[in-house]
């Protein structure tokens, strides 16, 4: 429909769910799978379907917010990858999809009194989300990813833990293309499953529609004031509603709470996962851009919040890697495309934001480093070297800024005894726990049951509700703790 | 400088500038046929600007054109008629200047994701030799 032929209609539904992705697709499903009344809106567009997939910069303009970047405002700025498109990040991720580790949902039964949702509640969710989306071991091979098995054959010669990850996939063509969408492939992000599960049985999804308030009167959500994008013009509708699901991410969602005015302790503070990203010329060929992402994970460190996994490669990404070492640094490694991979290491780290609604219709972040991050940084910088060393790189151009490239662990150390949290190119594209569940109304903002505290008629399920970081890849948590909001409210 | 350059505001050429001398040393794409599609280029660069929330948007713009300001008063003339040598020298001088390396980091991570939109690649082309740990 036309935004012009919407302007000014007000639309009703007894369930509205806002954002699509992750956690939004899954409880648009589930609703409508009970025979409620459903609508989805979802800022987005549908991710194009006849796309030259190599046009990474236009499908990044398509599919992601701000073009890709977000700053998570600071010393260092944290740039960060949103989604901004029907099927949300799924749209745009790695399809990687982990099981929450046990020593998370240990720490948030014992240091944030979260009960319920332990190992064994969630197993069956996760079952079900592992069948819903395909989930397979993504094997090694020999003739594609062999950034992977260069990096698996390295861990095996230092004696540490490293595994094979699940991926979303039916059929992966190893083109390299995940952070677009990848259309070659069989990725199962939201649109090929919970989106069209919901569509079936009766919901609607009304895409380029952003909420920008709800509007409530004591203590219950009545209806949303949104604005529909098109080509040429933006109209506003209304939308009431008897339930009301947020999922809009992890940003957006205490955004709108806080502009809404229902809530202050939302986005008060904001998780995240730093991903520090390393490029490496080995002796031998890689062709890494014949492979995906992360089809290897080092697990020697999870524990204490690193893990190191190869990633996409692209030209694109590749330069976009290297720059801050220099145009001689890009000019080499290009020289050498064919011998270079990209290895993300991604940390569990202390540092945190805040979201600031207070200057308009969109919200700016803060994170504060923390220093304490400093030695958890550094081991992580010695651990990925000593690995892709050991992996049989010659040459790694490390995430500290215009500090060249290095040869053996010695050159290392002397670019660490210097180094100040400024020289850090970090990047995220992992928020989450901003507006965490608990037990207590003082230091949560949604209850066990996905509902906010102060507002009945209003769930949270995406992934604002994790109590913290997991030091893991997010999706299938949320997706999880989506089918447990879900169930719980389906069953009263 | 072109009709289409001439019309460009002081911040747009000055974001213009940046970009371009971000691309002038490398050599990892087609530089035979640039001037086709370096307008297709800073566009990208200056459409993701404007989407940003306002309140980096006005502030980038106002820098960017007291950047340009002081590109004309340091080089007498406007950014985007600079040769790719000034364009540099300039840059090179406003690394120095408080908050510019924030900027250019922007400018040139937008640079990048796009650039092999616009322009054909090169490395398949490269050959596939043993890598030297060469000076860098
Ligand atoms: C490049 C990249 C790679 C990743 N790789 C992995 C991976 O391999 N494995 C993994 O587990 N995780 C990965 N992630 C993270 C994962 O995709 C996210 O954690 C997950 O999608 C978050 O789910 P969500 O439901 O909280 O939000 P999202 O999936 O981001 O969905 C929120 C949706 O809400 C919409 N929205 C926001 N505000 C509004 C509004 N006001 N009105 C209407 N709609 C709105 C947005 O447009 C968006 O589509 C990756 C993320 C990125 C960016």
Redesign the pocket.
Known sequence: MAPEMLSGQSLRCEYLV???????SVAAALLAEAGRDVLM????NWPPENSNPSNIGELTALLY?NRGVFPLLGSPTIPL??????????A???????RTPPSILDEWRTVNGLTGYGEDSLAKHFDTVESDLHVTRHELEEDANLDSLYLFRGTGELGWKASTVPRAVTHCANVSL??VGCPPCGKQDTTKNYIPRALRNGAGLLAN????KIVHTNGVARKVI?EVAGPESTSAIEIEFDHLVL????I?TPH?LRRSKISSTAGRKLEFHMNLKTVALFRQPVYAERGT??TVQVQEFRRRGIVIMPSCLQPHYLVTTVAHHGTDAINHVFSHYDHAAVYVTMLRQKTQGRVVSAFGEQPIVWQRFDRRDMDLILEALRRTTEVLFASGAVELFLPIGGSGRITSPGDLEEKLSSLTPKQLEILT????ASCPMGPSAEDSVVRPDGRLWNMKNVFLA???ILPSNIGE????T?MAFAHEVIGRHLAD | MTDETRKLAIWEQMVGAIAFANLDGLECYDRSQTESWRPALRGYVLAALETLPWQFRKPLKLYSTVLGIASIVLTGRRPASLSPSERMRLVRKLRLVPAFGTLEKLVRAMVMLSLFDVAPRLHAQAERQEVKTSEV
Not at chain 1, 41 to 44: D, P
């Open positions: 806002v954002g699509s992705g992750a956690g939004g809106v979802e800022e987005g917010r990858g949103e989604a901004r498109c029907v099927g949300g990040g799924t745009i991720n790695g399809a990687l999809l982990w995940c952070p529609c952003r909420v920008r949104a999922a809009c991410g992890a957006q709108l992402i992360f594209v992992h928020i989450m995406d992934a604002s890849s997010p999706q299938g949320i």
